[in-house]
């Protein structure tokens, strides 16, 4: 085993477990990335370095080796742990069975221990071990499973690169490719896994969704704290190794985030604002007191100033540079649906109180999800609004390149935010409300860039401690 050390001058850790039969190398610009904020370890593992000249024995002695190394370097603790495929398994290895804390986890797609008989298991490795073997000898083969246009660094050259990958393919002993398939799953755990106090992510990419569903669906029954990050259009270590910069945004996303959810501090926030409401006699309902409406909506309506993320949909195309009611836009757009979308299951519930006759009539949905994966097909919308939002968003391009999927082309992405924390107000509200990060115009303007929208219009409200932004798909 060789782990290779970035960002050393920080002061957090990362290990690293890379994901099995691609050389190290595949997976250093992501360290690298990483290693700005973290002090990243990342772990080739026995068999993987041809420099090396070791034979791959098992999940279990990687993950020890990992310890025994972390403790001659005095780190008895893990700020962050990550492992891809086969170093996913190492990931959940690490967490039931050390005694080194770590604080967040990402397992990304990774492999789960099969549960069929021992005879079953020694055939799918004989199949996956001829695969390796046939795969390591073809190109064609190597293509058809692993696309050029979405694998290889340079597509115009690509046979140059799948010839690499056999020569280094080749540098593995049959010892170590049967050892890689029948340890990866069926490398052992606890029957019941411990109770941790780890805030862990399972991520799995949207177009390997039905290869890796049994993995997820064990790994959910082993550790039901796990929260699953579903990544779009992605396949098998596809972000990690081509896309080295947004697998680091959305990762430092998570890691750097502190460990109290986002739906924590959503449910904090709306919760105060509910109580204070019913001291006063205001019951969330009473539309009518348009000093209360201004109140309520900032943090559980559906009209302006709502929290919630919303998008609407209609006949015709919504250009709108102004914040607006939720009636005034139905009525302007008779044909028009709204769905709301908020991670906080407390701003979902009063929304859907406060809402019940848009729902009754089907104009209105209110639905619980993620920004960073929000759950509806390419296209569907013609226009999404943020207001009072964008700051609890995890890593603004990943989140803006979400948006803008679910937006048609030509759709419409109105913002409207708290000004950046160069300003008093927003200096404020960083201060007294945990979690909130608010942006300057020069990084919305970038994010949205970053995302894919073109036609990008960002400027501070006039006279008002807001900045808004009107971006066109």
Not at 200 to 210: A, S, T
Not at 272 to 282: F, L, P, Y
Request: aromatic fraction near 10%; charged fraction near 30%; charge should be neutral.
């Amino acid at each position: 085993m060789v782990i290779r050390e970035f960002g050393t001058e920080n002061e957090k850790h990362l290990l690293f477990f890379q994901g099995s039969c691609e050389p190290w190398q595949e997976f250093a610009p992501a360290a690298e990335r990483l290693g700005e904020q973290f002090h990243v370890m990342l772990v080739t593992p026995d068999g993987h370095d041809p420099d090396e000249h070791t034979d791959f024995i098992s999940v279990e002695k990687t993950v020890d080796d990992a310890v025994l190394w972390l403790g001659s370097n005095g780190i008895d603790r893990l700020d962050a742990l990550y492992g891809l495929s086969f170093g996913g398994g190492m990931v959940v290895r690490f967490l039931v069975t050390q005694s080194v804390p770590v604080r967040k986890a990402i397992i990304d797609a990774g492999t789960a221990p099969y549960r069929f008989s021992k005879w079953i298991c020694k055939l799918i490795c004989v199949r996956d071990f001829l695969m390796v073997k046939i795969g390591a000898g073809s190109i064609p083969a190597m293509k058809a499973a692993f696309p050029p246009g979405r694998l290889a660094h340079d597509p115009e050259h690509a046979d140059e690169e799948y010839r690499e990958i056999r020569r280094y393919l080749k540098t593995y002993s049959n010892k170590t490719i049967w050892n890689i398939f029948w340890s990866a799953n069926n490398y052992a755990v606890p029957k019941h896994a411990p109770k941790l106090d780890t805030q862990i992510q399972f991520w799995v990419g949207e177009d390997e969704w039905k290869g890796r569903f049994r993995d997820l669906r064990w790994t959910e029954a082993y550790l039901p704290e796990i929260e699953v990050v579903k990544i779009p259009h992605m396949m098998h270590g596809e972000l990690v190794m081509m896309h080295p910069d947004a697998f680091a945004e959305r990762a430092l996303a998570f890691f750097t985030q502190k460990n109290r959810k986002r739906e924590d501090i959503r449910n904090g926030i709306v919760q105060k604002v509910c109580e204070s409401n019913e001291k006063a006699g205001r019951l969330f309902g009473q539309a009518d007191d348009r000093r209360y409406e201004r109140r309520a909506c900032k943090t559980c309506r559906l009209g302006h100033g709502t929290p919630a993320r919303h998008f609407a949909r209609s006949d015709r195309r919504a250009r709108l540079r102004r914040r607006t009611e939720r009636n005034a836009l139905l009525k302007r757009y008779p044909s028009a649906k709204l769905t709301a979308v908020d991670y906080s299951a407390l701003s979902v519930e009063k929304t859907k109180e406060y809402n019940k006759d848009l729902i009754a009539a089907g104009r209105c949905t209110v639905l619980q999800g993620d920004v960073i994966q929000l759950p509806f097909a390419d296209g569907a919308f013609d226009l999404a609004t943020a207001f009072e939002t964008v700051y609890f968003w995890p890593g603004l391009a990943a989140c803006f390149t979400e948006v803008c999927r679910v937006l048609r082309p030509g759709g419409t992405f109105l913002i409207c935010n708290e000004s950046d924390g160069t300003d008093e107000t927003g200096l404020r509200f960083e201060k007294i409300i945990d979690g909130m990060k608010c942006h300057t115009v020069e990084e919305l303007s970038s994010a949205l860039k970053a995302a894919g929208f073109s036609s990008i219009t960002v400027d501070r409200y006039p006279n008002k401690p807001w900045i808004t932004a009107v971006a066109e798909k």
